[in-house]
């Protein structure tokens, strides 16, 4: 879809058209909306911005980020006339300069809501104790053109000089979240836009306070990257330095962050002056007294049951000595790349949650249902089900899914039976000012063709392409790297961008080099396994997102294929649909611990070997040149994760190489695999 401005005339007859075939009866559109969504488009087009009121809401608390996400999304309906200011990681002000539109950043972010106020019909007030019913309020808000409010807020803004009279109070009326989600199916669904799903957590975690000093102690850590538990076994570790205070917290986090192998621990037991005070395994009944934080940690079944935390993730424990304690041991089964640490004073919790706004003005803008249930929970599952099936395939799913990685996996999978695709966005801020901006970049030239030789062709390719918000925040920070451009560099992204964020492509290709290229992330126009997709709606698909493809010059996909989270090969049909319908001369595939090339039926297809570091890139590099004849090309592909790794990564490491490593671009490496392999040019 092109992000342009739309004439009144033809606003009025393509706006918000919400039909979704036989699954749905066409939605009435917003009062005042300028929204356009003609059939074939993916995502709405919003209109072009011209002047923006900006609202630093950064350190707002989490029901102020609710109310102004949803004023935002009914304001920006009829234009986008609010921007939000939600985050820093890439730069306040980067994208907001990027855009061809004036604005004011307002002292007061309360004086944009006198602004906008008759644009407002009342409040929809959630319930504190029932988190879920945040996104039932969200949902609500968008149809009765409403804000999403707290309890307290509430007060504050039924008073003087706002008045806004109460719309709907859910308090009281749910009892948990499948019953919040339950009622709002059966008396909200009918009424929202059935061309796309909203999948949002409820609240998140509060950001620790500003300069909260650090008091933890290191009192073991693993110092080289271990990723095969090999270093798995019971270690005794001292606390005695400790008992001079009541409680002891001691927290697992991960010795190197970027690259995803964090503490692992199967049983721990705390012993005060040799008697057992804690005795527990990770996931059991028995844990839960002791455990504090549990952060962004999770519980496996495998190795016998463990708790683990990767990257910038941890879980931490409280122990209480008995008083008088000299001796405080404590005895961990753990492995991989551990780092323990202990302190007395008490730390921030994660467990503090507030409302958050990214994406609820999307939400509330399109009038799209929101909701957040869990597909590994069977009465949860019970409900996504039922609400995909009401939606025909071809449908996006923006947002995510509770649980990380299980979530991941199984959500996905999930979706995908139902023909509906993922765009992970429930991190991306004002995308109804990005829907309204337009392209106007032009589609790369081809890179140089490389000459076929007996060497080893290497070509990186970064992950998280499925993911908008990467585009908007982690992208923009790699992209901006300075020895970016020095080695040649395939970038996974969205071809959706086209339709959800147009200034963010022009950026991108605005100021690529030779040696970038953009190809499209997982698994084409959207995320979704295609041996989960029904395989009679496959092609359609295909067929009706080519374009895309087309339009942004990603000719080349990556594909995961996954079942009950095991990476598969595509079968012989769906490898035919790609190469049929998408017409490309190679595809990308999983994310595995090795990288082979396979020719199916003519079409080339490349295991992707998913790297975390710089030690893991010169390691794959090393093993593949040991088992290589130098007799005929090698073909590596490594994925390079995005969190962990930099182009100066990259680049360091491929300055280092000897000559018989080449790196190439994702068209030169599969041009060259065809000719290896005496396949026709593409």
């Known amino acids: 879809m092109i992000r342009k401005l739309t004439a009144i005339s033809l606003a009025v007859v393509s706006t918000l058209s919400f039909s979704a075939g036989s699954y749905a009866q066409p939605q009435p559109a917003a009062q005042g909306s300028t929204i356009s969504w003609p059939d074939k488009q993916q995502l ?25 996400s949803t004023l935002e999304g009914i304001v920006n309906r009829k234009e986008p006339r609010i921007y939000l200011l939600e985050n820093k990681e890439e730069g306040k002000f980067k994208w907001l300069n990027d855009l061809d539109a004036d604005y004011k950043v307002r002292d007061d972010y309360f004086d944009i809501l006198k602004q906008f106020k008759k644009e ?32 307290e807020l509430a007060k504050k803004l039924q008073a003087a000089p706002y008045s806004f009279k109460v719309i709907e109070d859910l308090q009281g009326k749910f009892k948990d979240r499948v019953d919040a989600y339950t009622w709002q199916y059966e008396n909200l669904w009918k009424e929202t836009t059935h061309r796309m799903l909203v999948g949002l957590s409820p609240e998140v975690s509060a950001r620790p306070p500003a300069n909260q000093p650090d008091t933890y102690k290191v009192v073991a850590q693993e110092e080289t990257e271990e990723r095969d538990a090999k270093n798995r076994k019971v270690y005794d570790l001292d606390l005695s330095q400790f008992v001079a205070k009541p409680d002891v917290f001691v927290k697992f986090g991960d010795a190197f962050t970027k690259d995803g192998w964090g503490s692992a621990v199967h049983e ?39 708790r683990f ?37 008490q730390p921030f ?23 957040w249930l869990d597909s590994n929970d069977p009465a949860e599952k019970e409900l996504f089900e039922k609400i995909l099936s009401d939606v025909k395939p071809g449908t996006p799913y923006l947002g995510w899914f509770s649980n990380d990685f299980q979530g991941e996996f199984s959500g996905v999978e999930i979706a995908s039976n139902h023909g509906v695709y993922v765009l992970a966005a429930d991190w991306f ?120 493809l087309t339009k942004t010059g990603m000719n080349i996909p990556y594909v995961l294929n996954r079942l009950n989270g095991e990476n598969l090969p595509l079968s012989k049909a769906n490898n035919a649909a790609y190469r049929d319908l998408y017409d490309v001369p190679g595809l990308f595939i999983g994310w595995d611990n090795f990288t ?87």
């Open 120 to 151: 407002v019909k009342g409040l929809i007030i959630y319930d504190p104790n029932v988190p879920d019913s945040v996104n039932v309020a969200t949902t609500l808000a968008g149809l009765r053109d409403s804000v999403a409010v707290s309890p």
């Open 349 to 371: 919790s994660s467990q503090t949650k507030e409302p958050y706004g990214y994406l609820r003005d999307y939400a509330v803008a399109n009038k799209a249902m929101v909701f």
């Open 429 to 548: 801020s004002n995308l109804t000012v990005f829907s309204g901006t337009k392209p106007s970049f032009s589609k790369p030239k081809a890179p140089k063709p490389v000459k076929l030789d007996n060497k080893i062709y290497v070509t990186y390719t970064f992950s998280e392409g499925d993911n908008l918000q990467y585009n908007q925040h982690r992208l923009r920070i790699l992209w901006d790297d300075p020895k970016r451009g020095q080695v040649p560099i395939n970038w996974t992204s969205s071809p959706l961008l086209y339709d959800a964020a147009p200034a963010m492509l022009n950026y991108f290709y605005g100021t690529a080099t030779a040696n970038d290229q953009i190809i499209a992330g997982p698994s084409g126009a959207g995320y979704f396994y295609p041996a989960a997709w029904p395989e009679k709606a496959l092609a359609d698909f295909l067929k009706s997102t080519k374009e895309y």
């Open 44 to 68: 709405p087009t919003f209109k072009q911005p011209k002047q923006l009121e900006v609202a630093d809401i950064y350190d707002a608390p989490g029901d102020v980020k609710l109310l102004f």
């Open 268 to 306: 721990i037991t705390v012993k005060a002056d040799g008697e057992t005070i804690a005795h527990f395994l990770p996931g059991t009944a028995d844990e839960k007294p002791y455990l504090y934080d549990p952060q962004g940690s999770q519980v496996s079944t495998g190795s016998g049951g463990h």
């Open 596 to 682: 082979k090339v396979d020719i199916v039926d003519g079409l080339p297809t490349s295991n992707i070997q998913g790297v975390g570091s710089a030690n893991d890139v010169k390691k794959a590099l090393a093993d593949a040149k040991a088992k290589w004849d130098g007799k005929s090309p090698l073909f590596v592909s490594l994925g390079i994760l995005a969190w962990g790794m930099t182009p100066t990564d990259l680049a360091n490491i491929s300055a280092e190489l000897d000559p018989s490593y080449q790196v190439v671009l994702a068209d030169q490496y599969f041009s060259l695999i065809r000719e290896a392999n005496k396949l026709p040019k593409k």
């Open 309 to 345: 935390a990767d990257g910038g993730n941890y879980f931490t424990y409280k122990f209480t000595p008995p008083a008088g304690t000299t001796q405080l041991t404590m005895s961990v089964e753990m492995w991989n790349q551990y780092k323990v640490s202990a302190t007395n004073d």
